[in-house]
């Protein structure tokens, strides 16, 4: 009690000093901890320590005598406003384990947080947390469908050891690279491990099996005679003839020979990886389906493979630097600025990947005035080719940095 009738002592009488000079100040204080008053939008960096200063001299000011209701009622909404900014922080930053993220989350908890970052209006801040947010639930949603596959895919195996064939084993290992809870990574590793390991041996029995059949074939060809009727063999035919053919007039006229290319067909919304062979392209891969493509025609080059980036990873968006286009896992070595700008197309002079959790997972291509990336997303950015999940881990699995891509 003696402690506080000193403090408002010592305010009051500051303030005959100052001739009312500390509600002012307050006044004035608080107002400068906004962006925009009318929305409510605090600036980026508080002045917390002001702010604590005046709240605890407020909370001494029991009588009145120094702050005016107003300031009171101001400095209330400021802390209320901060402390929603502060929890918000605190809530992302403990779903985070690393670079996985925490066995707490849930999508009920991430929907919670994600209504709770709308109360902040400052943009620059809630960008910010939002991308922090999104990219827990890129890591979350990503894990939850790997699980589903990999569920279905062990039971499979455990049912019959041989029922796997090459595409489920891969997208299996695929799909168990993109988890990222700490937890589930223990508990899939030992499983996945004994799949590729059979895989593997059963893989090297059955060329050898086959290359034996292959042989006998040719022996008996050889030796057969002519009354004998021709027992034709059994083929999978995998390559889509139509749009090899269209692929193959398309390069022709633009003069394309590279051995491997990723050809977009616009007029049927599919992409397809193409391999030269005797100077004519067939397919060597499943005809992916486009949901979205904002690309112009035209041609282009894998730049990166990406798959959870670090968190200074980039591209170099400035188009007057030498550099442009050019992928870093650490971008940090050009550009030591910082944005949180998620559009590529619009972010300078440097696109950081942590800022767009859809491109956590992705394929990156370019040319000399373009970058773009192929991605699974709910829209479609200029320059972004829109795939099904499932068909960007296939497409990664597929392709490498250095491969042509051509839009027709």
Avoid at 209 to 220: G, P
Avoid at 222 to 248: E, F, G, M, R, W
Avoid at 340 to 364: C, E, G, R
């Amino acid at each position: 009690m003696c402690q506080t009738i000193l403090v408002i002592g010592v305010t009051t009488f500051v303030l005959l000093l100052c001739g009312g000079g500390v509600d002012v100040s307050a006044q004035s204080t608080l107002l400068h901890q906004y962006q925009t008053r009318q929305q409510q939008a605090l600036i980026t960096h508080v002045d917390t320590k002001k702010i604590q200063l005046f709240n605890k001299l407020i909370k001494a000011d029991v009588c009145g005598l120094v702050f005016s209701p107003q300031t009171k009622q101001d400095l209330q909404k400021i802390m209320r406003l901060f402390n929603n900014r502060q929890q918000n922080q605190r809530q992302i930053a403990s779903y985070f384990d690393g670079n996985y993220y925490a066995n707490t989350v849930t999508k009920k908890r991430l929907d919670r947080t994600d209504q709770n970052l709308l109360k902040e209006k400052n943009q620059t801040v809630y960008q910010r947390q939002k991308n922090r947010l999104d990219t827990i639930r890129i890591w979350f949603d990503q894990t939850q469908d790997a699980n589903q596959f990999l569920k279905k895919t062990t039971e499979a195996f455990k049912a019959n050891h041989d029922q796997l064939d090459l595409t489920q084993v891969s997208q299996a290992n695929a799909y168990y690279k993109l988890i990222k809870n700490r937890r589930w990574q223990r508990y899939w590793k030992p499983q996945i491990n004994e799949i590729l390991a059979y895989f593997k041996n059963s893989q090297a029995n059955r060329d050898k099996n086959q290359l034996q059949q292959e042989k006998d074939q040719l022996v008996a060809l050889k030796n057969a005679p002519l009354t004998q009727s021709y027992q034709p063999a059994h083929v999978t035919i995998v390559d889509n003839v139509q749009v090899a053919d269209d692929a193959n007039k398309a390069l022709q006229a633009a003069g394309i020979t590279a051995n491997e290319v990723l050809y977009l067909s616009q007029s049927d919304q599919t992409l397809s990886l193409l391999q030269r062979s005797n100077g004519r392209y067939r397919t060597s891969g499943p005809l992916i389906r486009i949901i979205a493509n904002n690309t112009n025609s035209g041609l282009y080059r894998i730049r990166e493979v990406i798959t959870n980036p670090a968190d200074t990873a980039g591209v170099v968006t400035d188009r007057t630097q030498p550099t442009f286009g050019r992928y870093y896992s650490d971008a940090t070595v050009v550009d030591s600025t910082t944005n949180y700008v998620s559009d590529y197309n619009h972010a300078q002079p440097t696109f950081w990947l942590k800022n767009n959790p859809a491109l956590q997972m992705s394929i990156m291509f370019g040319n000399s005035r373009t970058i773009g990336f192929i991605y699974s997303g709910s829209s479609a950015l200029n320059n972004g080719i829109v795939v099904e999940n499932s068909d960007l881990i296939t497409l990664t699995n597929l392709i490498n940095s250095g491969t042509t891509l051509y839009i027709n």
